[in-house]
């Protein structure tokens, strides 16, 4: 907008530009400058204007590369956010499996820890009933060598009366055959 305007400008003298400038004021920016420049040499001008354009194409250049860049920057930017995400939903599936696996562990130690508790508790019982039947035997053996002798002797009174039962039956066979004998 400022070039095409500073190239169509026409030289005028110091005391215009100042009246002109006058009028202006501090209203429009753009219309004091051109009143200004109106009042330099033409060649110089020339070079100015040839500078502002070289700066206008060089700020367009920038502005097409800075736009390119933002715009990679923008799809680079979305892609971090998409592998954050990505992270952020893998990191939490695997601690929701950490944590799964966790409570599992801490149940199953939880159960193990039950069941020795419970063989445990078994041992001792069969423990003490191993003592109490050792006890047991141990009572009988000795109630069986204190009583072994009286057996002994009580055998011994047994086989007597048995052999003098014998001796009696056989003697009372003998007696019964005898009268049968007699009487028929």
């Known amino acids: 907008m400022i070039i095409p305007r500073l190239r169509s400008l026409a030289p005028q003298t110091a005391a215009t530009a100042l009246a002109q400038l006058a009028k202006i004021g501090k209203q429009n ?18 070079v100015v204007v ?18 390119a860049n933002e715009q990679a920057s923008q799809a680079s930017f ?60 141990a009572l009988w053996e000795a109630n069986y060598q204190s009583t072994k002798e009286s057996r002994s002797a009580e055998r011994s009174v047994v086989e007597q009366v048995q052999q003098i039962l014998a001796e009696r039956l056989q003697s009372m066979s003998a007696y019964l055959k005898e009268r049968v004998d007699h009487d028929f």
Do not use: W, Y
Request: with cysteine; charged share 25%; proline share 1%.
């Open 50 to 67: 040839d500078k502002m354009e070289g700066l206008l194409e060089s700020l367009q250049a920038s502005l097409v590369e800075d736009s």
């Open 78 to 137: 979305l892609g971090l956010v998409n592998d954050l995400e990505a992270t952020a939903t893998m990191l939490s599936n695997a601690h929701a499996t950490a944590t799964s696996n966790l409570e599992q562990a801490e149940s199953k130690l939880a159960s193990q820890e039950r069941f020795l508790e419970e063989q445990q508790a078994e041992e001792a019982a069969a423990r003490a009933g191993l003592a109490a039947k050792k006890e047991q035997c």
């Open 29 to 46: 920016p753009i219309a004091s400058f051109m009143e200004v420049a109106s009042t330099i040499d033409g060649d110089k001008l020339a």
